[in-house]
Structure formats: C-alpha cells, structure tokens
C-alpha cells in the first residue's frame, strides 16, 4: 500500500513539472515573437525614414542640379540624413541614413543626372 502512494506522489510531481515546462516554454515564445514584432516595426519606420530623405534629395536636385546634399532632414519629430551626393559616369548617387530604436537603414539610390530617372535603389549595410 505503501509502494502505491509513493508512485502516485512521484507521477504528479513529474507531470507538474512537465506541465511547468510547457507553460514557460509558450510564455517565453510569446514574449520572444513581441519583441520580434516590435523589432520589425521599428525597421519600417526606419525605412520610411530614409526614403523620405531619398525623396526630398529627389526634389531638391530638381530644383537646383548642384544640390550637394550633406544635411539632415526633419520628419516629424524623427530625422534622417542626406549624405553628400556623388556624381559619376552621368548619374547622381543619392545616400541616406536613418535610424529609428536602434534600426538603421541606409537607402543608396542612383539616379540619372539629365532627368533624375531611377537607375537602382537598394539597401545597404554600411556606408
């Protein structure tokens, strides 16, 4: 009789323990999947960022087509920077930053000198 009682005690103590496992295990993935969320989100902020910079360094060659760039740009309350633009073979070369809770983004974007046309636009991870 004895024996019965301590398999029982051992058997509902491992399955608490079991069940403490699972329950920190799918705790833990939800605070984990949170912060990836917020992560993500700080990026697209962080890319809207730099495309408004591409976007006003876009107007501002426009308007003046030795715009040299090299300055910050207010959004909001955030800011992003237009680096000094490059000019070779034809094309201007338009370099942003931005970063937002630690989310960087730097846009390179080459567009042609005569009308400002689009030639590539990518992200880079440094400058």
């Not at 902020?45 to 740009?73: F, P």
Request: net charge neutral.
């Amino acid at each position: 009789m004895n024996q019965h009682g301590y398999i029982s005690l051992i058997s509902s103590i491992i399955i608490s323990i079991l069940l403490l496992a699972v329950t920190f295990a799918i705790s833990f993935n939800n605070s984990s999947s949170r912060f990836n969320i917020l992560n993500v989100e700080f990026k697209e902020r962080s890319l809207a960022l730099a495309e408004a910079c591409v976007d006003t360094a876009l107007l501002k060659l426009a308007q003046n087509q030795s715009y040299g760039g090299n300055e910050n740009i207010s959004v909001g309350n955030d800011q992003c920077s237009i680096l000094p633009i490059e000019t070779s073979s034809g094309q201007k070369i338009i370099k942003t930053k931005a970063i937002f809770q630690n989310a960087v983004t730097n846009l390179k974007v080459a567009v042609q000198a005569s009308n400002l046309s689009v030639v590539s636009w990518e992200e880079i991870a440094k400058f």
